[in-house]
């Protein structure tokens, strides 16, 4: 008898603790607190920026349909900023076989002219990335300088990228959204 009368107790313990995590997940979220922890090592951009709200000239009209990178200048490229060129055509590469759903971009602020030696550099260096020119009101206020962003296949801007960030925080966080993304 006792037996059994243990058998219930722990019967309905184990039925009833999904119930009571459920109500106390609900309550912990209600109540306003969310882990301090992230997943992304960009800065999430709210809200997110559309690319076609941008007026870049000489691209095709739509969006290509992958993962974009995009470089914006509006100055003279300094160390930083041919750092982070390097640092995604890097992390293309090393992308392997999901290198091709991704695409980068050099968007230059058309108040700016890149020299004859820049020019060079990113033809000799950089052959696969596309250079379009961008108004400088179109920049987006959060772009601080030689960072660069994240767009999904859809044309939002949803992770800016410091100069600073080593990386493989943007493989990273590239390897995520292409395993779980079923665009692009």
């Known amino acids: 008898m006792k037996k059994d009368k243990n058998q219930r107790y722990k019967a309905f313990i184990i039925f009833l603790t999904p119930i009571v995590v459920v109500i106390a997940s609900t309550l912990f979220f209600y109540s306003g607190y969310s882990p301090d922890g992230r997943t992304n090592n960009g800065q ?36 930083s900023c041919w750092d982070s060129l390097y640092k995604t055509r890097q992390v293309n590469i090393r992308l392997s076989r999901d290198a091709q759903r991704m695409v980068r971009y050099l968007l230059v602020s058309d108040d700016y002219q890149l020299s004859k030696e820049e020019n060079l550099k990113l033809i000799k260096e950089y052959p696969r990335l596309k250079i379009f020119r961008i108004k400088e009101k179109d920049i987006p206020s959060e772009v601080t300088r030689d960072s660069y ?25 590239l390897k995520k959204v292409l395993q779980n993304s079923k665009i692009g």
Do not use: Q, T
């Not at 690319?51 to 992958?66: A, D, M, Q, W």
């Not at 999904?152 to 600073?164: A, V």
């Open 149 to 173: 962003m994240l767009f999904d296949p859809l044309g939002n801007g949803i992770l800016l990228y410091s100069p600073e960030l080593p990386g493989g925080e943007l493989l990273e966080d």
């Open 44 to 79: 999430l951009v709210e809200p997110p920026i559309e690319l076609s709200s941008l007026e870049i000239e000489g691209r095709e009209e739509g969006f290509p349909g992958k993962w974009v990178v995009i470089h914006f200048l509006n100055d003279s490229c300094e160390k």
